[in-house]
């Protein structure tokens, strides 16, 4: 018998295949990696000879250790291997040892590297090291009873090829889909067309995540030669890609030569085309901000080197630990409180005030240190500090106002101009000043302000005009300090002529969307300052008679009637003006538009940030990447439309209907535009926990009011898996701020005694075009032009989520379904109509107005109304009201009438003034 051994596949020692695969990092840390290292030969082991003739050699081995992504790839310089760090570009020496710990410790006291990191903001991947599945961890599987996926999958596999920058043909190996499929049955295998869109998607997910610091349209790159035809060119370019060329109010620019020739050409190409206001007055407006940089530099050149020496002073003390320690012990012996020099960037004026400032402090300190440091030699005498106190003292000024105009995050029109008088009146006074130091230098900046501001400035005028607080009081007591007592009248005059110019347009912009009746405004068709006359015989006749008749007084338009009110006395620095105007809308319907198209200020807020994740069902449900790529790939399913033959549609488009649109505003790709709370919003609350919430009350269905009144029509009875309906747009009266007056449709199920479920609250947006609870543009008017809005609510049956849309098929967002318990399924009635709070002040009914404020008796033009009334069937199929339901809980005070015709489907009139004859 032989004793030879048998052949075998296997290797010798092992038992089972699994062992083949041995896992490197097992008991591997950093703290090894230096050990490791020394046992594995980077470099070829030649001869020294051999080293110096072939310096080309390669590394055998693969470098595991962490420690070389920090560095460059080995050059060999003066006969040695050598590494630079990709931060300071500091070469190392690569050792015949192989060790690492000498590039470790580099890197870790690298200040260039803890530099760069803190101005890195990286994207979050999906954790890496737990698989538990715990909230902790925040992993999530993509395994759920028993069945893959795939979409969570997806944006893993996204995240794993971005973190390790993988090809995006590696989801297409063979093996790494065999690998895959083993571990998963049900896996499908995806194409790097597929995951190559996946990992953009994720990208730009995550970086919606980062925080922004500036709002910038774009930044443009302009190849030379950049002269000033090139730069409008280039200007007009980005203003028709981005479709606000018919937008542009003015330009801001500074004071380089090329911009004369550049706003000469982009003049030329608005005024062609009739889009810029007052005969290109106000066009272009020259940057506040860079005038005070350029008349401060101007100041600052006679100190100049005195402004060196305090620098160097400060530079020598901080670079040295034991100088500051030194330093500190001698502040402390002169009670000085502060501890810290700040050294100035030399490109900006306000941080060289900051070091003076802060140095000023000092100035008994830095001899004394002079004493015990021979090498310290840049301490300034005393007359350099007497200079020093004299600059801080008119720098104070330009500091302020600097903090005004560009500290602020939203600046207003109003500040500007009183900041210049500031300056201004400062320069005067120091101009007369015996102290020839202070008098030189004040010339030289009076010189720039005379250059830049020495003509009047409209728009900053203007501004001031639309405080109501300042008016043209302002002007008259700030121009004589600005000007020459021979060009004030001259100047206030011209600040007249264009707010009665700009007063005009803005009337013939928004004639077709306001109540001139109503607002007060002259009924025949004569302007009184020049503008476009009724163009008959007749009334060229009558212009004829009136410009000769003295005895007949004109009719004051609403510019002559603010400008005669006075000023409102307020000298509160938080002061609203745009707020004002907003509340006088009514009074003033075009200054206010002159002021702010609707006094709102929007906020771009992260889709994962907004209000409705505090709700406590919410919380925890931010929208994911997955979320995400559902909502694009798997919208709801919309309902099948009924339309019947010749409905009308008289509904406003979506772009036109707000009024924080109508300067091109959208929010980005991502976040939703949301309305900045005011401190009058929060007032109105009665507590905290209850702002944002309406007052509680019981949903219309009997007359049972709880100080809310109704006019309403409804269905019930069936089964509504949504509803649908044109809304009429009014600015209805409300003559409480506890009240309100609202027109909207319900959607009900369960109980009114409990446990009712209507939508309301929980809502989430996801449209970046539409702001809830800002103003919406045009409103109808009445016996004119009347406008209404498409309003649709449905309920997904892919998703169960109870859905909003929006005019011609623009999604809002959504209530989601687990809100509800009845409604979770569907409605059980369907009401539409309008709702008033009825305070009863004083013990009379209010006078707050429902809809139009008009009784529906009088019909279209001057009553509100609801058209084209529908419900959504089970189906998912819109259809037709069945048996609509009429009800108004005080018919003297609110009342409805509906019917039915082949344009407007089922429709109903509703509203009414509140309190009167009837109504008491």
């Not at 476009?532 to 510019?559: C, H």
């Not at 609707?598 to 409705?612: E, F, Y």
């Amino acid at each position: 018998m032989s004793s030879e051994p048998q052949s075998s596949s296997t290797p010798v020692g092992v038992s089972r295949v699994e062992e083949l695969f041995v896992n490197v990092d097992d008991n591997f840390n950093e703290e090894d990696e230096c050990n490791v290292e020394a046992s594995e030969p980077l470099l070829d082991t030649t001869t020294k000879e051999a080293e110096v003739e072939n310096p080309f050699r390669v590394f055998k081995k693969p470098r595991r250790s962490k420690v070389w992504d920090d560095f460059l790839e080995p050059e060999f310089i003066n006969k040695q291997w050598k590494v630079r760090c990709k931060y300071c570009n500091q070469p190392l020496s690569v050792l015949k040892s192989k060790s690492t710990s000498h590039l470790k410790r580099h890197i870790d006291g690298c200040i260039k590297k803890s530099r760069f990191l803190k101005q890195q903001q990286a994207l979050n991947f999906l954790p890496s090291e737990s698989s538990t599945g715990t909230d902790q961890s925040g992993f999530v599987s993509a395994l759920h009873d028993g069945k893959v996926d795939m979409l969570k999958m997806r944006e893993a596999m996204a995240h794993w090829i971005t973190m390790h920058e993988h090809p995006f043909s590696i989801v297409e190996e063979e093996g790494f889909n065999l690998m895959m499929k083993r571990g998963m049955p049900q896996w499908t295998s995806v194409s790097r067309v597929t995951i190559r869109s996946d990992s953009f998607k994720v990208y730009e997910f995550e970086k919606l995540k980062l925080k922004l610091q500036k709002r910038v349209l774009n930044f443009v790159h302009l190849p030379p030669p950049r002269k000033w035809a090139n730069i409008a060119y280039c200007i007009l370019k980005c203003l028709k890609e981005w479709e606000i060329e018919d937008k542009v109010f003015t330009i801001s620019v500074d004071n380089a030569s090329a911009n004369d020739s550049c706003i000469k050409i982009l003049k030329d190409n608005f005024a062609t085309n009739g889009r810029l206001l007052c005969n290109e007055k106000l066009f272009r407006v020259r940057c506040c901000a860079h005038i005070l940089n350029i008349m401060v530099q101007h100041g600052l050149q006679q100190v100049q080197d005195i402004i060196e020496k305090v620098h160097d002073t400060v530079d020598f003390l901080n670079a040295s630990d034991a100088r500051l320690k030194r330093f500190d012990e001698l502040a402390s012996q002169y009670n000085v409180q502060d501890r810290k020099l700040i050294l100035e960037c030399k490109t900006r004026w306000n941080s060289t005030y900051d070091m003076l400032d802060c140095a000023i402090k000092f100035r008994k300190v830095f001899p004394r240190y002079a004493l015990h440091d021979h090498s310290y030699n840049y301490c300034p005498d005393d007359d350099e500090w007497e200079k020093i106190e004299k600059l801080l003292e008119i720098l104070k000024v330009f500091k302020a106002t600097t903090n005004i105009i560009s500290g602020s995050e939203y600046p207003t029109a109003n500040l500007f101009l009183g900041e210049v008088q500031r300056i201004k009146v400062l320069l005067d006074v120091k101009s007369e000043s015996l102290d020839d130091f202070v008098k030189s230098m004040v010339a030289n900046m009076k010189e720039r302000f005379t250059k830049y501001w020495g003509e009047c400035n409209l728009l900053m005028a203007i501004g001031l005009v639309m405080d109501p607080r300042l008016k043209m009081r302002a002007v008259e007591i700030a121009f004589p300090k600005m000007f020459p007592s021979n060009l004030v009248r001259e100047n206030i005059g011209k600040v007249k002529d264009i707010m009665y110019q700009l007063f005009e347009e803005y009337l013939r912009i928004y004639s077709s969307t306001c109540n001139v009746e109503e607002s007060g405004e002259c009924a025949f068709p004569i302007n009184a300052h020049g503008g476009d006359v009724t163009s008959s015989g007749l009334s060229e006749l009558l212009q004829d008679v009136f410009s000769g008749e003295t005895s007949i007084p004109r009719v004051k338009n609403e510019l002559d009637l603010c400008l005669d009110e006075g000023c409102i006395f307020s000298q509160d620095v938080k002061f609203d003006a745009i707020a004002w105007w907003r509340e006088k809308s009514n009074k003033f319907r075009i200054l206010s538009k002159m002021a702010s198209p609707d006094g709102d200020i929007i906020d771009c807020v992260l889709l994962h940030h907004q209000p409705a994740f505090d709700h406590p069902q919410l919380k925890g449900q931010q929208p994911s990447f997955v979320w995400f790529m559902r909502y694009l790939q798997d919208p709801p399913e919309r309902p099948r439309a009924y339309e019947a033959e010749g409905m009308m549609n008289m509904g406003a488009e979506e772009e036109h209907v707000q009024l924080w649109r109508i300067s091109g505003e959208t929010c980005p790709e991502g976040t939703i535009p949301i309305r900045r709370t005011r401190e009058e919003d929060m007032l109105r609350a009665s507590s905290v926990r209850r702002f944002g919430r309406k007052p509680r009350r019981a949903v219309r269905r009997d007359s049972s009011s709880n100080g809310h009144e109704h006019a309403v029509g409804y269905v019930n009875g069936e089964e509504y898996y949504g509803a649908k309906g044109s809304i009429n747009v009014w600015a209805p009266r409300v003559t409480d701020q506890y009240e309100f007056s609202l027109s909207q449709l319900w959607l009900i199920s369960g109980s009114f005694a409990h446990d009712l479920n209507t939508i309301e609250a929980g809502f989430v947006q996801t449209n970046n075009r539409i702001a809830i609870g800002t103003a919406i543009s045009p409103i109808s008017s009445y016996h004119g032009g009347q406008f209404d809005i498409t309003l649709l609510v449905w309920k997904d049956p892919k998703h169960g989520h109870w859905w909003l849309e929006f005019g011609p098929g623009v999604l809002v967002g959504y209530w989601p379904s687990f809100l509800f318990t009845h409604l979770r399924d569907h409605a059980t009635m369907v009401q539409f109509g309008g709702e008033v709070v009825n305070s009863r002040t004083g013990g009379f009914h209010t006078s707050t107005a429902m809809g139009s404020g008009h009784f529906s008796g009088e019909g279209f033009g001057k009553a509100s109304y609801f058209r084209n009334l529908q419900v959504v069937d089970w189906d998912n199929n819109i259809i037709p009201l069945s048996n609509l339901r009429l009800l108004a809980d005080h018919p003297d005070c609110y009342d409805i009438r509906g019917g039915i015709n082949g344009d407007w489907g089922y429709y109903f009139y509703y509203g009414g003034p509140g309190r009167n004859i009837r109504c008491p």
